[in-house]
């Protein structure tokens, strides 16, 4: 008698018709994709300071390098330290490694609720869910189009973290900065 026999021997089934493997086999299985995800960020989740845009043309910039393949977008997470309205872009990466052509663009009004002290695992949530699948790098920027918003950093210096002001009288390229914002961008193979 086999392992698997003596096993269903053991537990009182001397016979199982084959009723009872036609049920097993015939269990439909959703095409639903991959449970796993991955979540990206570069802080060190200890905010510190925070990120502030002195004007509407002033962008916080952060550069994601996605594993090798193809992944599917699922949400970008945030923490705002004080109210106002954002613009958020997604952007797809130029073959110098700076951010290229928007691939979403949403706007995001912060209001009193959305609002996190830091410390109390608030954050603010957009869904990705109907973007393009990504490769490659991308690029997250976010800038003000109303109030005093701001949006938690921490400490870590990740070199992933970049600031630059699109006014086109006065334009900046970009900079590297010493703080990485609260953004985790979240994604499925």
Avoid at 128 to 141: E, F, H, N, Q, S
Wanted: with cysteine.
């Amino acid at each position: 008698m086999s392992r698997i026999g003596s096993r269903i021997g053991a537990l009182g089934l001397t016979r199982l018709t084959p009723l009872v493997f036609a049920a097993c086999a015939a269990t439909p299985r959703s095409p639903a994709r991959s449970s796993r995800e991955l979540i990206i960020g570069y802080d060190d989740n200890r905010p510190k300071d925070v990120i502030a845009f002195p004007t509407t043309t002033y962008e916080a910039v952060t550069r994601f390098d996605l594993p090798p393949g193809a992944h599917h977008p699922l949400r970008l997470r945030l923490q705002a330290a004080a109210q106002g309205a954002l613009e958020i872009t997604v952007y797809d990466s130029t073959p110098l490694e700076t951010p290229g052509e928007a691939i979403l663009t949403v706007t995001r009004s912060l209001a009193a609720d959305d609002v996190s002290d830091g410390k109390d695992g608030r954050w603010i949530v957009e869904e990705l869910a109907d973007t393009k699948p990504l490769r490659g790098v991308i690029w997250v920027g976010m800038h003000k189009t109303g109030g005093e918003p701001t949006v938690w950093s921490s400490g870590a210096i990740s070199k992933q973290s970049f600031i630059r002001n699109n006014d086109p009288h006065n334009p900046m390229g970009l900079l590297p900065t010493k703080r990485s914002p609260m953004l985790r961008l979240e994604i499925a193979p």
